[in-house]
């Protein structure tokens, strides 16, 4: 601001008077302005002024008395910020004294400082924030030079370094073994928003970083380093890459239980979960296994099966909370690697699963270990539904008081066993057992003693005959054979024998004068005849009215089926 140009005696104080008052050029300015005689006498004052002009009165500015009376003395004023007024309405207002007439009175100027002054505060208060911000945040802030080098990094540091650690190093040293040093943005030209990185942390392992960053050039456009901010997003890529292996997991899984649910043969559903598991996971073989600990058989598998002795003994020795493991084939004796998990069902060990990969191929993963758990869990409850059915299928095939197949199974295989000597060109024969006496032993020794008579005759013929052939109970003390791929000789030799063993059920008998004992019925098949089940069962029962009509503990063989 510069002095006031009235030098004569007094006439500046006159001069300046008539400025201030009404129709100066102070009079109506928005700057408040005020001719002081001494530190609170003010001779006028312009209408912006007034306030000012009332607080000096009151004696509530001693700092703007101060600047008065060194204005009067004749001191060199510079301008100085007085507080006006109390509470909201409080203002900051930066005043300025000059000496009029050799200090006859001072010019007092004044402003309105206090926007200006909040705003440096603001600006001061928001810089200091900014500052604890990125200090507490998981934010760092960096700038690099025009050698390529950090020169500046947030106090916090960053990757598990100190900031001192990483002024003064490339950004490429940082780099992971899966980042290219053209996608860093840490030398950019451009301005970059957002980018991720995947960077390197001080202990080792990878760690993605978000990053924002400018470039910094010069007043002749010159290119002069790079500033910017850096987050470690790492959790978050971390937790969506779990959430998209989980999703991965869950949609192979349904893969797999859709194929075993799709199939209603019990082996076609285990062929199926076998396939669907190799493709599902990549793997040269998949092997189910079924039964009790100690005594798990291959129930189905895809691709070669590995052999090792030490795999086959871990897979015996599963318990129920054994976790899934990996077996080096290598080290046993084998090739390639393996995967094993134990299925389970109410605590109670049903199976396993064997995944068999390549010695070239890549190890089991994490993630495939847990998915070999989820299926496991899957085959165990298929495993349970499959038991049951096979105890189902027993309990409507078999005699609940012998074990041996029942009629309507009987005849079931027999007409199977027809149609493919049919094709084969292969025959059998049809042999019907009627007890002699048996009744004699329900009334003599009672029921109990007849049901243990009636097992002692389901053993003996199983043991008369062979793995292929058939035997059943028919109901009551009837009896039933099918004897596979034999004539009519093979037949007879068999009831021949079974007359003579018949003597070994003498224990069982209800009178020692009546002796339990076998009335035998056949018939034989011959392909050629294209004779019928129908057929074939009417002549087997001609034959054992014709071996009851004629007497007990003997046989007899129907003629054979005419040829069609």
Known sequence: MSVWPFRS?????????????????????????LLATGPRAVRTVNTAGRGLANALIAGQLPDLEVLISAALAGQTSTPSLVPLGEGDSRQQVEVTAFALDGG??????????????????????????????????????????????????????????????????????????STSQDDLPFLTRSRVEAA?????????????????????????????????????????????????????????????????????????????????????????????YRGKPGALKPAQHKGPAPQAPALADAIQNLAVDDPVAEFDLAAAGGDGKALIAATSYRGQLNGALLLWRNARDRAFSAEERELAGEVADQLAVAYQQLANHEELTRLSSTDTLTGLKNRR????????????GAVAGTGGALVYVDLDNFKIVNDMKGHQAGDEALKAVARLLADATRGEDVVARL????????????????????????????????????????????SIGMATFDAKSGEDMDSLVARGDEAMYVSKKGGKGRYHIAPPAKTE
């Open 475 to 518: 109901g009551g003390d009837e009896f039933a054979l099918w004897l596979d791929k034999v004539d009519q000789a093979a037949a007879t030799r068999l009831a021949e024998r079974l007359l003579v063993s018949a003597k070994l059920l003498s224990d069982y008998s209800g009178d020692p004068a009546r002796p339990l004992g076998f």
């Open 9 to 33: 005696e007094r006439r500046e104080v006159a001069a300046v008077t008539r400025l201030i008052e009404a129709g100066g050029a102070l009079a109506s300015s928005g700057a408040p302005a």
């Open 196 to 288: 991720e990185v995947w960077l390197q942390h001080a202990d080792g392992h990878d760690a993605c970083l978000r990053v924002s960053a400018a470039p910094i050039t010069d007043a002749n456009g010159t290119w002069r380093g790079v500033r910017g901010v850096c987050r470690d997003i790492t959790a978050e890529r971390e937790r969506d890459a779990e959430l998209a292996a989980a999703q991965n997991r869950r949609l192979l899984l349904t893969r797999i239980i859709r194929a075993i649910r799709d199939e209603v043969d019990p082996e076609a559903m285990l062929g199926a979960a076998a396939t669907a598991v190799v493709r599902a996971l990549g793997v040269g073989a998949c092997v189910l």
């Open 104 to 177: 006859t009175a001072a010019l007092v100027l004044a402003r309105d400082a206090t926007l200006e002054r909040n705003l440096q505060s603001a600006l001061i208060e928001s810089r200091q924030r900014f500052r604890d911000l990125v200090e507490i945040s998981s934010d760092f802030a960096w700038e690099v030079g025009q050698d390529g080098r950090f020169v500046f990094v947030s106090p916090k540091g960053a990757l598990g370094y100190a900031a001192d650690q990483l002024v003064g190093r490339r950004p490429e040293d940082l780099g992971s073994d």
């Open 409 to 420: 199974m009987f005849f079931s295989e027999v007409g199977k066993r027809l149609a493919e």
